[in-house]
């Protein structure tokens, strides 16, 4: 109860949702704190503890293309509330402004003021299913079967990467995971990550001690510029190509095979953009200009332990160390001339990445150790070295001539 209310109560902190109505409270809505509204649903949760289930939260999403206002949200949440049997109980109902489509959010307990419980046993399939069918006619609002209908059959080869809260969250994902999952030719669920990361979406598991990773689950979810999971996630099964974990563990095996035949063709274009580079970065501009995208794998202090390469127009990705010794991380870092300089360099003098040129602001950021600008040491290397012996190097002394007088 207290992670479903704290969910909904931090949006509206942070201005991406608002109370819109509530069922059941003494107060007024404006009046509620936190307190109140979590005291009233666990005063109710709390009479049956034999029930393991007691907080039901729920969400009603509506077509991006509709823009219904407050009050009708308001009729529809109500109106959804009686036809699954929850029109006496308590409940609240949030408006949120994260996501492309128009929706709501609404938390309430199934346990009832004489502690008996409400049954959730296939409450999807038996009450539900038939109260959105319902209130789709009842209210004018488009209906999901036949919206559905018209997603699955389109089959666009061209992919954006989605952003959190600028466009519908499962439509996106979904036409990101077809895409993705039905012409890439990956071997492991990292290396199908790799690929799904690019476009700002992950395939998650849980975690190992959830029930969802024992019962070999998958979740999709939209991720943020830094790798975090944001939204809502959307399981594998409501997706219309149902790329579960079974699913795509057929297509680990069956993709071994299918990516042989492109191997050597990255090895050669990758030993192209090698032999021209001097610096990671520069070897990964390389391989972009030639349609692969490096992905690096690195610690917390900037190591690099490991690449992937991401070859669009054959749909291939393959580890370096599935390539071959010679294209691991260790050994593409330690063949190019400028290695990537760690977090604490150890000496005063520090190590910058060249990237094909060298300009006035590469220059003029660098350490010098003399007062003179380092500028004119590069332009004037012979005085400069002299002038180091000079700085550095034993000072002789002069003999002083003696008079004879």
């Given amino acids: ?13 942070s201005g991406k949702a608002r109370l819109l109505t509530t069922n059941g409270f003494t107060k007024s809505d404006d009046a509620l704190s936190f307190h109140d509204k979590l005291f009233r649903l666990t005063d109710l949760a709390e009479r049956n503890i034999r029930t393991k289930t007691n907080t039901l939260h729920l969400s009603l999403n509506f077509d991006i293309n509709e823009n219904i206002e407050s009050e009708k949200l308001i009729a529809i949440a109500g109106e959804y509330m009686k036809r699954i049997g929850f029109e006496n109980q308590p409940y609240l109902v949030y408006k949120h402004f994260d996501a492309g489509h128009p929706h709501i959010h609404i938390v309430t307990t199934n346990i009832q003021a004489d502690g008996q419980r409400i049954s959730l046993n296939n409450i999807g399939i038996l009450k539900s299913e038939p ?7 009842e209210f004018e609002l488009v209906k999901a079967s036949e919206k559905s209908k018209e997603v699955n059959l389109l089959e666009s080869t061209k992919i954006d990467s989605v952003e959190y809260g600028k466009s519908d ?20 669920l990292p290396e199908l990550n790799a690929i799904l990361n690019q476009y700002n979406v992950i395939a998650d598991r849980g975690k190992k001690e959830s029930v969802m990773f024992k019962n070999g689950g998958l979740n999709y979810w939209i991720i943020d510029e830094k790798g975090r999971k944001v939204g809502v996630p959307i399981k594998a099964s409501s997706i219309y190509q149902k790329p579960t974990l ?31 580079s001097t610096s990671i970065n520069h070897f990964k501009d390389e391989l972009k200009m030639n349609g692969i995208t490096l992905v690096l794998r690195q610690n917390n202090d900037g190591r690099i332990y490991g ?21 691991s991380a260790a050994a593409i870092v330690d063949a190019l001339p400028f290695k990537p300089a760690s977090k604490e360099p150890n000496s005063i003098v520090r ?44 000072k002789k002394k002069k003999k002083r001539r003696k008079l004879n007088l």
């Fill in 1 to 13: 109860m207290i992670g479903a209310l704290n969910y909904n109560e931090n949006k509206i902190k």
């Fill in 131 to 137: 109260a959105r069918k319902a209130i789709e006619v």
């Fill in 169 to 188: 969250t499962k439509r996106a994902i979904t036409n990101i995971v077809n895409e993705i999952t039905r012409s890439y030719k990956y071997t492991s």
């Fill in 246 to 276: 079974k699913l795509l563990e057929g297509r680990f095996k069956l993709n071994e095979y299918l990516r042989k035949p492109f191997k050597e063709k990255l090895k050669a274009k990758i030993d192209k953009a090698k032999n021209r």
């Fill in 307 to 327: 690449l992937s390469y991401i070859e669009h127009s054959d749909k291939v990705i393959f580890n370096g160390s599935d390539l071959g010794k010679i294209y």
């Fill in 351 to 394: 190590v910058f990445e060249y990237s094909g040129q060298l300009n006035i602001d590469d220059i003029t950021s660098m350490n010098n150790l003399s007062s003179r600008s380092l500028m004119e040491d590069l332009l004037n290397p012979l005085e400069a070295d002299q002038a180091a012996l000079n700085q550095f190097g034993p």
